[in-house]
C-alpha cells in the first residue's frame, strides 16, 4: 500500500531536461526579434511535468506586451498549446518574467512573442525536455500516506458490509445471526475489491515507472583511446550506443562547419587545452590528430547535434596520453591548442610557443600574437551563481587600437569554460548557450506544416551531409565565412570591432576556468581567464 501510494506521488515529480553540455541546466539565448533586441534565460525544470521560468531581457521601454509558450519539435506550432503572458518585473526596467509548462519529454523550445511600437515579432529558443531526473518522497510523507490509504481501504470495507445487512434492517431491530454472516461476507468482498484495485494500480504503475525510467535521458558513452599512426599520435573516439535505450545515432549534422567539437583539458592543473574536431570515419568513430600536447591524463568533452530539434549532446570520457605529443602537422587548420599557466600557479611550468598567461577581471593580458585582451569585468565584484552575466572580452592590437576580429567557424568567437572540479562544461557562442544551428533547425520546423518533419531526409541526409562536409573544407575562407555567417542570428551591434561578448549563467560557487577563441590576421587566438563564483 504505501510502496503504491508512493509510486503515485512519485508520478508528478518526474520531468526532464536536457544537458547538451554539463551542469548547466539554464539556457541563455540572445538574439534578434523582428526589430527588438532580446536575451532570454529559460530555467527548465528537472522533473516532468513541470514549469520553467523563463526570464527576457529587452532592449527598450516601448514593448506592450510579451507572451511565451512551449513549441514541440514533433508536434509543431499547430500542436502548441497557447501562450502565456510574461510580466514586467518590479523595479527592474525592461524585464520581464513568465512560468510555461512542459508536459512531455521531447526536443522542445519557447517562443516568445514581443509586441510594441517597433511592431510584433517572435523568437525561438530551443530547449530540449527530456527526462533527465527523478524525485524521492520523504519516508515521513509516505506513512502519512500509507496510513491514510489504510484509513480509506477500512472506511471502504466497512460500507461495503454495511450496505448488504444493516443497511437492510428496519430500525431499532437487533442484528441476527445471518445478517452478521452478511456483513463479514460483505466486508470480504469489499477488502478484495479494494485488494484487487491495488494489484491492478501498482501493476500499472510499476510498468508505467518502469517505462519512465527506461526512457530517462541517458548520455552516450564515449571510448577513446590514444595510438600511433604513421608517426602521428592519433586520437580515436567511438560512441557506443547500446547503453542508451531505444535511441539510433543518426542525423548527426554540422554545427558551424563540424560535426563535432572535441575539447581536451588537462585535468587537475588545468594548464593545456584543445580545440579540435574530428574526422568521422562512419557513423559511430571519429579520430583526430593531437596536436603537441604534455603527457597526462585529460578530461574530454565532444559536442554533437542531431537533426531532429537540432538536439546537442556531449559526450565525455577520460582520457591518458602517456607520452608528450610532438605531431608536426595538425589535421584541420581550424584545430587550435594553448598552454597556460596551472591552477594557483603564476607562472607556467610547461613551455610552448602557444603559452599564455591566465587573465583575471579587469586585468590585461596577452596574446599569441602580441596583441592584448581584457576581460571587461570589475576586478573587485564578485561574480554570483544563478545571474545572467554578459562576459564582454575587447582585443587590443601591439599598436594599442582596437583590434579588428575576423568569423571563426561562422561566429566572432568561441568560449568553453570548465569548473575546475570537472562539474561544469559549457561550449559558449555569441548567441549564448544555444547554437545558432538549433534555433535554423526549430525554425525550419516551425514553418512545415507536416506533422511527420522531414520524411524525405533518410533518402538524401548521409549522401547531403558528406557533400556538404567536403564542400565547406574546401571553400576559400571568405568564402567559406560568408556560408557559415548567415546562421549567426544575434544582435552584431554587441558584437563590433575588437571585442565580443558570451551571455551565461554560472550554475553553482566555485573556481572555473574560462578559454576565450577569437581569430585576427588569419590566425585563431586563445586567451584564458580564471574565475571565482560566490
Known amino acids: 500500500m504505501k510502496n503504491f501510494i508512493s509510486l503515485s506521488l512519485l508520478l508528478f515529480s518526474f520531468f526532464s531536461s536536457t544537458y547538451a553540455h554539463i551542469g548547466s ?3 541563455v539565448y540572445e538574439g534578434q526579434a523582428g526589430k527588438y533586441a532580446l536575451q532570454v534565460y529559460v530555467q527548465p525544470p528537472d522533473v516532468i511535468p513541470g514549469t520553467a521560468k523563463v526570464t527576457i531581457f529587452t532592449d527598450g521601454a516601448d514593448i506592450e506586451h510579451i507572451r511565451i509558450k512551449p513549441v514541440y519539435f514533433w508536434f ?22 513568465g512560468l510555461i509548462w512542459f508536459m512531455t519529454s521531447t526536443p522542445a523550445s519557447v517562443e516568445v512573442e514581443v509586441s510594441g511600437k517597433r511592431g510584433t515579432a517572435k523568437m525561438i529558443v530551443p530547449v530540449a525536455a527530456v527526462s533527465t531526473a527523478k524525485r524521492s518522497m520523504p519516508s515521513g510523507l509516505g506513512w502519512i500516506l500509507a496510513a491514510l490509504g489504510i484509513f480509506l481501504v477500512g472506511v471502504l470495507t466497512t460500507i461495503f458490509g454495511a450496505s448488504v445487512s444493516d443497511s437492510l434492517q428496519p430500525v431499532g431491530e437487533k442484528s441476527t445471526p445471518k445478517t452478521i454472516r452478511k456483513r463479514i461476507t460483505g466486508s470480504v468482498i469489499g477488502a478484495s475489491f479494494c ?28 571510448n577513446t583511446k590514444i595510438v600511433e599512426e604513421n608517426s602521428q599520435t592519433v586520437l580515436k573516439l567511438s560512441i557506443d550506443t547500446n ?18 567539437h572535441l575539447f581536451l583539458v588537462r585535468q587537475g592543473t588545468m594548464d593545456a587545452f584543445a580545440h579540435l574536431h574530428p574526422v568521422r570515419l562512419d557513423t559511430l568513430n571519429f579520430e583526430a590528430v593531437l596536436p603537441n600536447l604534455p603527457a597526462g591524463k585529460y578530461l574530454l568533452y565532444a559536442d554533437i547535434m542531431r537533426y531532429v530539434g537540432g538536439f546537442q549532446y556531449t559526450l565525455t570520457d577520460t582520457v591518458e596520453i602517456k607520452n608528450a605529443v610532438k605531431n608536426t602537422k595538425i589535421q584541420d587548420p581550424d584545430d587550435t591548442y594553448a598552454i597556460t599557466n596551472a591552477l594557483n600557479e603564476k607562472t607556467p611550468t610547461l613551455q610552448d ?11 590585461k593580458t596577452k596574446l599569441q600574437d602580441g596583441s592584448s585582451i581584457i576581460w571587461e569585468e570589475k576586478p573587485d565584484k564578485p561574480l554570483m551563481a544563478g545571474q545572467v552575466y554578459d562576459l564582454k572580452f575587447s582585443v587590443v592590437s601591439p599598436e594599442g587600437k582596437e583590434a579588428v576580429l575576423q568569423p571563426y567557424l561562422g561566429m566572432m568567437g568561441h568560449a568553453a569554460i570548465v569548473k ?11 548567441t549564448g548557450t544555444v547554437s545558432s544551428t538549433s534555433v535554423g533547425v526549430m525554425q525550419k520546423r ?30 576559400p575562407e571568405a568564402q567559406r565565412d560568408q556560408f557559415l555567417m548567415p546562421n549567426m542570428n544575434h544582435n552584431d551591434k554587441e558584437h563590433h570591432g575588437g571585442s565580443v561578448k558570451f551571455p551565461y549563467v554560472f550554475p553553482t560557487p566555485g573556481s572555473y576556468r574560462i578559454w576565450l577563441q577569437i581569430k585576427r590576421n588569419g590566425k585563431i587566438l586563445t586567451g584564458v581567464f580564471d574565475a571565482n563564483v560566490v
Not at 81 to 95: G, H, I, N, Y
Not at 198 to 221: C, R
Not at 452 to 475: G, H, N, R
Open 25 to 27: 541546466s539554464g539556457v
Open 76 to 97: 509543431g506550432d499547430e500542436g502548441s498549446p497557447v501562450s502565456d503572458e510574461a510580466l514586467p518585473v518590479a523595479d527592474k526596467t525592461s524585464q520581464y518574467e
Open 195 to 222: 485488494g484487487l484495485l491495488l494489484f491492478v494500480g501498482n501493476n500499472w504503475w510499476g510498468g508505467t515507472t518502469k517505462d519512465y525510467l527506461k526512457d530517462m535521458y541517458k548520455p552516450y558513452v564515449a
Open 243 to 260: 547503453s542508451v535505450y531505444n535511441r539510433k545515432l543518426s542525423y548527426v549534422i554540422p554545427d558551424h562547419g563540424k560535426l563535432m
Open 353 to 363: 610557443a602557444t603559452i599564455t598567461i591566465c587573465g583575471t577581471p579587469g586585468v
Open 420 to 430: 575546475t572540479d570537472a562539474s561544469v562544461y559549457i561550449h559558449l557562442h555569441p
Open 446 to 475: 516551425m514553418g512545415e506544416n507536416s506533422p511527420e518533419p522531414f520524411i524525405a531526409a533518410p533518402k538524401v541526409f548521409k549522401d547531403s551531409i558528406d557533400k556538404v562536409l567536403s564542400k565547406i573544407q574546401t571553400m
